[in-house]
T-cell receptor
Framework: ETGVTQTPRHLVMGMTNKKSLKCEQH?????MYWYKQSAKKPLELMFV???????ENNSVPSRFSPECPNSSHLFLHLHTLQPEDSALYLC????????????????FGAGSRLTVL | AQKVTQAQTEISVVEKEDVTLDCVYE???????LFWYKQPPSGELVFLIR??????QNEISGRYSWNFQKSTSSFNFTITASQVVDSAVYFC?????????FGTGTRLQVFP
């Protein structure tokens, strides 16, 4: 496998369910990201992990819980979601250099389309 | 505050037409980076180009070209002789000292 792989590609869940989204990168990158893509809105950065440490959490509700067990894997655990959480969830990875070394290029997965009923 | 505006929500062209996607940005940073990504129907965003704020040279890559003008805070993207495979949503993005900011995207439909 190459690039960034996301599973499942589609997920339908009820508001009381607990599910997880999985992301795996095969690029040897040291940073991983979760983005939320809703219709007519810019991509929203949710979480950033660099060297398995969470370095950014952009005011995301606690019903979204990320986990990064190693530099190749990233999970997004979902529980008691709301219908407005229905969206495409995109994972990305990059090779982060030292601060100030320039903006790194993100490699994205194909996304997990989540529908909350 | 940083902002990226892609005023064109959707553009439709017929194959072989040239098309320009507009991107206007706002930032107070003197050093920043601008990006274009393509999102085909398969879902993943694909990186197309990155430019830094000190490099205003226009760039051409095959049928793709980019026009960076700091004077108008614009970073426009032109596809020459469009093809059906160019149909996708195109995102412009800005990275200054803060996080990467995306525009809302322009959906390009190229009809045969």
């Amino acid at each position: 496998e190459t690039g960034v792989t996301q599973t499942p590609r589609h997920l339908v869940m009820g508001m009381t369910n607990k599910k997880s989204l999985k992301c795996e990168q095969h690029l040897g990158h040291n940073a991983m990201y979760w983005y939320k893509q809703s219709a007519k809105k810019p991509l929203e950065l949710m979480f950033v992990y660099s060297l398995e440490e969470r370095v950014e959490n952009n005011s995301v509700p606690s019903r979204f819980s990320p986990e990064c067990p190693n530099s190749s894997h990233l999970f997004l655990h979902l529980h008691t979601l709301q219908p407005e959480d229905s969206a495409l969830y995109l994972c990305a990875s990059s090779q982060r250099g030292p601060k100030g070394s320039g903006a790194n290029v993100l490699t994205f997965g194909a996304g997990s389309r989540l529908t909350v009923l | 505050a940083q902002k990226v505006t892609q005023a064109q929500t959707e553009i439709s062209v017929v194959e072989k037409e040239d098309v320009t996607l507009d991107c206007v940005y706002e930032t107070r940073d003197t050093t920043y980076y601008l990006f274009w990504y393509k999102q085909p129907p398969s879902g993943e965003l694909v990186f197309l180009i990155r430019r830094n704020s000190f490099d205003e040279q226009n760039e051409i890559s095959g049928r793709y070209s980019w026009n960076f003008q700091k004077s108008t805070s614009s970073f426009n993207f032109t596809i020459t002789a469009s093809q059906v495979v160019d149909s996708a949503v195109y995102f412009c993005a800005l990275k200054g000292t803060g996080k990467l900011i995306f525009g809302t995207g322009t959906r390009l439909q190229v009809f045969p």
